[in-house]
């Protein structure tokens, strides 16, 4: 793909049965925190539901009364941002006064529908587009060369899509639609469906606000142990980083999904959502000496955290062996342990949604007291530490103690969970930098609070509070660009 001579560091290479991927070619490698490449987004909308609060530009805040006065669907942070869109916007604004027309006959999502209008419109005027010698731009040629699995969406899904597409190229006039048919639309919403990125705000407190598509990062390919991380770097670009040193000849991967979950469940997401059977080396290390094994593991009430079960995920019928005693227990039962325990987190889940967190607070003790270490349960099992069912819920319980103010505990808490995921998840990753910043947080209101009298010890905690912002500033400076919010947010506590 031509787009890749935009990224000097980077090469495209085929393989017969991966597909495409992009390796590095620096011949002397590159180290962590390294930006393999900024890409500024071809297209991108705003969320719906935060239509009137996000920049449609730079997902900034808006300034309400910067909005765009005929369709009401954009709004802006300043005059320099509207004029930067004005050119396709001009295009699209028509089109989306009725947009909640179409989305009702067609059936078809509204964000996607807008998104594609979106792209559209982005083609027509690309002779428009800024360029900049450090960041890749794409074109709308280069979206066309991504990958999809549109006949894998379903006749339900292709059928509405169709049908708004036939609205869109209806409405928009024919400088816009341009050779272009209802199936190639079809076809761009399959690239979005497979392609797309939930890019988070510019803000304080970054949340998921835009759905933006990138053709260059869209040949990063997963791996459920990436090497790289992607992040919003502002005006609607993302930056791709080196997380740890990567050399000449190696893949860059990045992670589409949560990987700190069992093989099975990722396995799963994937292939229902992007539609591809993961062969990383993460899911083909044989499990019993796998990180899996610990995320995911059951261990031995007489042996402990060292008598783990190890048994295969395809077959069904040999029994799981402790590795200490060499103890049987069925592949079901290890199963039935691990569903009561993710059914009892599901449920303290619920409860903390519904803002009752003394009633989470309840249900998380009850399963640390049947499923953790030291817990009794008739199975004479219990869950490794490390499992990922267990430091969700050290993570929430954190949270529901610091809200009803136990919050030495919630310190406690905040501690063991960066002990229980440091064996399974890498340090530079955004969950191990979220998790030093929330010790950070509650060592300071417990400081606050005054909740340790002794002069000396205050004095620690100060250190330990420093501390622990100071790697949450290595952990994200190496994952996000400078500038990030989350980088700004830390590099504030630890001054």
């Known amino acids: 793909m031509s787009i890749v001579r935009s990224a000097p560091s980077l090469r495209l290479v085929t393989d017969a049965t991966k597909g495409r991927s992009l390796v590095i070619a620096s011949p002397d490698g590159v180290p962590a925190g390294a930006v393999l490449f900024s890409e500024k987004a071809y297209a991108g909308i705003v969320l719906s539901e935060f239509k009137g609060t996000i920049c449609n530009v730079c997902y900034k805040a808006a300034d309400p009364d910067i909005c765009c006065d005929d369709c009401s669907e954009v709004t802006y942070c300043s005059d320099e941002c509207q004029s930067l869109l004005q050119h396709v916007h001009d295009l699209e604004c028509p089109v989306l006064e009725d947009i909640d027309v179409m989305v009702k006959k067609s059936g078809t999502d509204?964000?996607?529908?807008?998104?594609l209008l979106r792209m559209l419109c982005t083609r027509a005027s690309e002779a428009g587009a800024t360029t900049s010698s450090h960041v890749v731009v794409s074109t709308f040629d280069h979206v066309r060369e991504m990958v999809h699995a549109t006949h894998l969406l379903g006749d339900a899904w292709n059928a509405s899509v169709a049908s708004g597409a036939a609205m869109l190229l209806t409405a928009l006039?024919?400088?816009?639609?341009?050779?272009?048919?209802?199936?190639?639309?079809?076809?761009l919403a399959g690239r979005v469906n497979e392609n797309s990125y939930?890019?988070?705000?510019?803000?304080?407190?970054p949340m998921v606000t835009a759905v933006c598509m990138f053709p260059l990062a869209g040949l990063v390919n997963h791996a459920c142990d990436p090497n790289c991380t992607w992040s919003n770097a502002g005006d609607s670009t993302i930056a791709v980083k080196a997380t740890r040193f990567i050399p000449c000849g190696e893949e860059i991967t990045l992670t589409y999904i949560d990987t700190n979950r069992s093989r099975d469940v990722r396995q799963r997401d994937l292939a229902a959502t992007k539609h591809f059977d993961c062969r990383c080396a993460r899911c083909t290390e044989p499990l019993a000496t796998s990180v899996?094994?610990?995320?995911?593991?059951?261990?031995?009430?007489?042996?402990?955290v060292d008598g783990l079960f190890v048994g295969s995920l395809d077959d069904q019928t040999t029994p799981w062996a402790c590795k200490g005693c060499s103890r049987p227990v069925s592949a079901d039962a290890i199963e039935q342990f691990k569903v009561e325990a993710a059914s009892l987190l599901a449920r303290a889940d619920a409860a903390y949604a519904k803002r009752q967190y003394k009633e989470t607070t309840d249900l998380l003790d009850d399963l640390r007291d049947h499923y953790d270490v030291h817990s009794t349960n008739a199975s004479d099992l219990f869950l490794h530490p490390s499992h990922y069912i267990l430091?969700?819920?050290?993570r929430v319980l954190a949270d529901c103690n610091t809200k009803i103010g136990n919050i030495e505990t919630a310190y406690a808490n905040r501690k063991e969970v960066i002990a229980r995921l440091t064996a399974v998840v890498p340090r530079y990753s955004f969950l191990m930098g979220n998790c030093y910043f929330d010790l950070g947080d509650i060592l300071t209101i417990c400081l606050k609070h005054d909740v340790w009298k002794d002069d000396v010890e205050v004095a620690a905690k100060r250190a330990e509070a420093d501390a622990a912002f100071a790697t949450c500033v290595d952990i994200r400076t190496i994952c996000f660009v400078e500038e990030h919010p989350l980088v700004v947010e830390a590099r504030k506590r630890l001054a």
């Not at 024919?174 to 272009?180: D, N």
């Open 110 to 115: 509204r964000d996607l529908l807008r998104l």
């Open 391 to 394: 430091t969700k819920a050290l």
């Open 292 to 304: 899996d094994l610990r995320v995911d593991g059951v261990c031995c009430a007489s042996c402990g």
């Open 173 to 187: 006039p024919s400088s816009v639609t341009a050779s272009l048919t209802v199936h190639d639309v079809v076809e």
């Open 198 to 205: 939930s890019v988070d705000s510019w803000t304080g407190q």
